[in-house]
């Protein structure tokens, strides 16, 4: 499990880089509505607070069934703050709103990103879930 969160931690900094992110649950389902053939890779992002958010867990579905509807890779990760912290977004001591992390979506409009190992790994890992009935597979990022 350790090296399926290297290997996510690998793909959100390239995917930052390379600005092939969309950050926020309304974002999120305009691009989906667009362009959900160059989303690769649907990361819920929720901690035990938001999991008993109804509205969010609805938002949630909706999500999780356009995505498998369209054969998109989906990840559920357990902790929020972690993954600000690696798309650098760490709350600032300012008044200023926090960013919605609650999804984050991966696009790879370039084949050639295709052989990413990492991006296979995560792919690998999906698709293998799904064989054990395990549709959204929940991860936990490592800490540094």
Request: overall charge negative; proline content about 6%.
């Amino acid at each position: 499990m350790e090296k399926v969160g290297n290997a996510l931690e690998e793909v959100l900094s390239k995917a930052l880089s390379q600005r092939n992110i969309t950050i926020g649950v309304y974002e999120a389902a305009k691009l989906l509505n667009v362009d959900p053939d160059n989303v690769v890779l649907c990361l819920l992002a929720a901690d035990e607070e938001d999991d008993r958010d109804v509205a969010l867990q609805i938002h949630f579905t909706l999500i999780q069934a356009f995505c498998c509807e369209n054969d998109i890779n989906i990840l559920r990760v357990s902790n929020p703050d972690r993954l600000a912290e690696l798309l650098l977004l760490a709350p600032s001591g300012g008044a200023e709103q926090p960013p919605d992390l609650h999804c984050v979506l991966v696009t790879n409009p370039h084949a050639s990103q295709w052989k990413d190992p990492a991006l296979s790994q995560l792919i690998c890992f999906c698709r293998e879930s799904r064989y054990m009935d395990q549709w959204v597979p929940v991860i936990n990022l490592p800490e540094r």
